[in-house]
């Protein structure tokens, strides 16, 4: 909704809302905000509103945010007396400058750079999630809502009426679902949606998390992103779609015979620095229980038909890769503009013989490098990574570290790793 700040006041004025929330992501990709009354806004759009920030980053106190015109929308599970609407801001220091841990801006302008070169793209996600039943204190369990599988319909399938609510939400918030179906574990999920501008894309994947959370509350259930929250069910991925075209034309192709060699290149460039980014993809001790289980990727490897490997090209009418490894705990801002920015090294060095070496052995996994097998060993890796320091800020790393270190002791010194796992993961993810 692009709507100069004047029109935005008037909307306001004549639809009744007594509440704007201005929203962001912290470093660890959770959605915080600040609520304003209608008589702040026109200050936020001129000066910003200043907050504390120390507590989600100790190099820096104060804070201000400003809100991104383009992102206005209505809370619709909120009164229609009364409404709420909500914006996503950009992170400014005080003096105007852009803070270096704001990812959303900083993959802004990523996508502005690579336009200058002709370039133009869009990604979507494919997002799972469990729905989970209360106990009698309102309270979460690990109890599946249903013992549906893959496709079910009603009666095996008991969360379809939730997921049509939380997707009827979705579009009345601009936010365009695609397709949604129950997945292989009982009380499993899945909502899709159409590919977007990066940075668009970001914003719905972190706001479909909060709908997600709050249309099953008001239906009695409990929704967990966790990525493997029951130890013999399938674990919930985050499929990370993208289209590329350069001057108008698409780089990739749905038949190996017919893929551009621009278009390998790109591959073989996420294939070439996924392990050294995949701490930012799969963020927490949980997230490497997926690995290998089901239709989890574990092997660095690409297919145009198997389910089950990391860089997928689908059979589709727009061709497009999925990225299969990531799940819902990453900051999508940074796990974005990784991706991309590995793929655009790629295409520069034009050199796709990683993929070449994936084409001729796709059913032998011992010529493929594994993901890294924990938490530890991709932040091993990470820090090591000069791919890594050089596209993201050393303040930004800093706090990355140290969140990451912070986890591998407390669940290195854990004595019941599933009860720690549980305790800090399953009722915030």
């Not at 929308?73 to 009364?82: A, E, F, H, I, M």
């Not at 079910?152 to 918030?173: G, Q, Y």
Request: some cysteine; hydrophobic content about 35%.
């Amino acid at each position: 909704m692009n709507t100069p700040p004047k029109e935005i006041l008037k909307f306001v004025e004549e639809n009744d809302v007594k509440f704007i929330r201005l929203t962001f992501s912290d470093i660890s990709g959770n959605l915080k905000n600040i609520a304003i009354m209608p008589d702040e806004l026109s200050r936020a759009f001129s000066d910003g509103i200043p907050f504390d920030a120390s507590s989600f980053d100790g190099n820096c106190s104060d804070l201000l945010l400003f809100p991104d015109i383009s992102t206005l929308s209505v809370l619709p599970w909120r009164p229609k007396s009364g409404r709420v609407i909500r914006f996503f801001c950009s992170l400014k220091n005080p003096d105007g400058s852009q803070y270096s841990g704001d990812m959303r801006s900083e993959l802004i302008n990523y996508i502005n750079s690579i336009r200058l070169d002709g370039y133009a793209c869009e990604m979507g996600t494919k997002c799972e999630f469990y729905l989970f039943d209360l106990n009698d204190k309102g309270e979460p369990t690990k109890n599946p809502h249903d013992h549906g599988s893959y496709l079910d319909v009603a009666p095996l399938d008991k969360c379809e009426n939730v997921r049509r609510e939380i997707c009827l939400s979705l579009e009345e918030m601009g936010i365009n679902p695609t397709t949604s179906c129950h997945k292989h574990g009982g009380g499993q999920n899945e909502i899709e949606f159409r590919e977007n501008e990066p940075v668009t894309a970001g914003d719905n994947m972190l706001h479909y998390k909060t709908v997600v959370k709050s249309i099953a509350n008001q239906n009695g259930l409990f929704a967990s992103f966790m990525p493997k929250p029951l130890p013999h069910e399938h674990g919930s991925a985050l499929s990370i779609s993208l289209s590329l075209k350069k001057n108008g034309e698409n780089i990739f192709s749905n038949d190996p015979e017919t893929m551009s060699h621009t278009g390998k290149c790109f591959i073989s460039g996420v294939l070439h620095r996924i392990r050294e980014i995949t701490a930012f993809l799969n963020p927490i001790t949980n997230s490497y229980k997926r690995f290998g289980i089901g239709y989890a990727p574990k092997y660095v490897n690409w297919s145009f038909d198997n389910c089950s490997q990391l860089i997928r090209i689908p059979r589709s009418t727009t061709p497009r890769i999925e990225i299969r490894s990531a799940d819902a705990c990453c900051n999508p801002y940074i796990a974005f503009k990784l991706i991309l920015v590995a793929g655009m090294e790629g295409i520069k060095s034009g050199d796709c013989s990683l993929l070449e070496k994936t084409i001729k052995h796709p059913e032998n996994s011992l010529d493929f490098q594994p993901l890294p097998f924990s938490l530890d060993e991709a932040l091993s890796i990470a820090r090591e990574s000069n791919f890594v320091k050089n596209n993201l800020s050393a303040e930004t790393l800093g706090n990355i570290f140290a969140n990451f270190t912070t986890q591998i002791q407390e669940y290195n010194l854990a004595h019941d790793k599933d009860d720690f796992e549980e305790r800090r993961y399953f009722k915030f993810i």
